[in-house]
């Protein structure tokens, strides 16, 4: 949807390089969240942040840091890419509580690392 | 901390077929989302509710707050509704991190 945009949608890298992910919103949302999707899995919180400054861990952060300089942006970096972190990463945006969905996704990045 | 558990995993039907998936969860909450994943597509928000039944066009999401149980309806599919559903609950209650469920996937044959 408009509103929210990831950047690169696809990447190969190799292991050990570090890699950084953009999102980057338009709605003015105060709650952004990165995710992993794997086989298998259901989506899995890497990173979310409440705020500029404001971020924290979810359940898979290791190997992974996140930086919310402004509103509209948040970044995922992997510090030393690794084969296991080879998965479709989801960025996420939640509105307010009274909006009708809640949860609006970026269009996801497919990273590779060989 | 919640836990969400869908079935079926894989559903297959005939256009027209009335189609339910449903979703349970372990930890009372705010509310519930439903969301759906084309294949190599990105995830589109579906529903979100708290209590009682939402529509929107051929598709209908019901919750049973007590029964800590929700279900997803389509009546009358299509062969575009193929894709794969996914339920999400908070993580705690009236937090705004969600837990997902693994997902349906539905294929709608012609």
């Known amino acids: 949807d408009a509103g929210i945009t990831q950047s690169p949608r696809h990447k190969v890298t190799e292991t050990g390089t570090p890699v950084t992910l953009r999102c980057h919103q338009t709605?003015?949302?105060?709650?952004m969240y990165w995710y992993r999707q794997d086989p298998g899995h259901g989506l899995r919180l890497i990173h979310y942040?409440?705020?500029?400054?404001?971020?924290d861990k979810g359940e898979v952060s290791d190997g992974y840091s996140v930086s919310r300089s402004k509103t509209e942006d948040f970044l995922l970096t992997l510090e030393s890419a690794t084969s296991s972190q080879t998965s479709v990463y989801f960025c996420?945006?939640?509105?307010?509580?009274?909006?009708?969905?809640?949860?609006?996704f970026g269009s996801g990045t497919r990273l590779t690392v060989v | 901390k919640n836990e969400v558990e869908q079935s079926p995993q894989n559903l297959t039907a005939q256009e027209g077929e009335f189609i339910t998936i449903n979703c349970s969860y372990s930890?009372?909450?705010?509310?519930l989302h439903w969301l759906q994943q084309h294949p190599g597509g990105g995830i589109v928000s579906l529903f979100m509710?708290?209590?009682g039944k939402k529509k929107h066009g051929r598709l209908i999401a019901t919750i049973n707050i007590q029964e800590k149980h929700s279900s997803l309806h389509i009546t009358a599919s299509h062969p575009r509704d193929s894709a794969v559903y996914i339920c999400?609950?908070?993580?705690?209650?009236?937090?705004?991190?969600?837990?997902f469920g693994t997902g349906t996937r539905l294929q709608v044959f012609p």
């Open positions: 509710l708290s209590s």
């Open positions: 999400a609950v908070p993580a705690f209650y009236n937090t705004d991190k969600l837990i």
């Open positions: 930890v009372g909450i705010s509310a």
């Open positions: 709605e003015n949302h105060r709650y």
């Open positions: 996420a945006i939640s509105g307010p509580r009274d909006s009708p969905y809640g949860y609006t």
């Open positions: 942040s409440y705020g500029v400054k404001d971020t």
